[in-house]
């Protein structure tokens, strides 16, 4: 499973960015989607995850501002990032947990990430 993400970039403080996210390859079934982020010197964090029947989950500190929401048909998650804060620089990085045809046991893949600057 390959993931590409994209939407990233400079925001000022209060603004909004939308990142997406598109898995490709010989997918057979992707069971949880979700958004982490690594600050510079920091741990990688989750932000939000979205079943395959759309149940959410967020991290405390993006609830309210942040909404994942997923397409299952084109396999691909957004993250809509509202109220960004300086604090929420970090590059972002998409995840599916799935397996694919050839390999049918569950495993996490990543995204390349994508870099969110929010300004003061």
């Known amino acids: 499973v390959q993931l590409q993400a994209s939407g990233g970039g400079l925001v000022q403080a209060g603004g909004s960015l939308r990142l997406s996210c598109a898995a490709s390859g010989s997918i057979f079934r992707i069971n949880v989607m979700g958004w982490y982020r690594q600050a510079p010197g920091m741990l990688r964090e989750l932000l939000a995850t979205?079943?395959?029947?759309?149940?959410?989950n967020y991290r405390d500190s993006v609830k309210g501002r942040f909404t994942i929401s997923r397409d299952n048909a084109k396999n691909t998650v957004n993250l809509q990032m509202n109220s960004l804060k300086p604090e929420d620089t970090a590059v972002y990085y998409c995840?599916?947990?799935?397996?694919?045809?050839?390999?049918?046991?569950?495993?996490?893949?990543w995204g390349q990430g994508t870099l969110v600057t929010v300004s003061s």
């Open positions: 995840n599916a947990y799935g397996s694919t045809w050839s390999n049918r046991q569950m495993a996490h893949y």
């Open positions: 979205i079943t395959s029947d759309g149940s959410t």
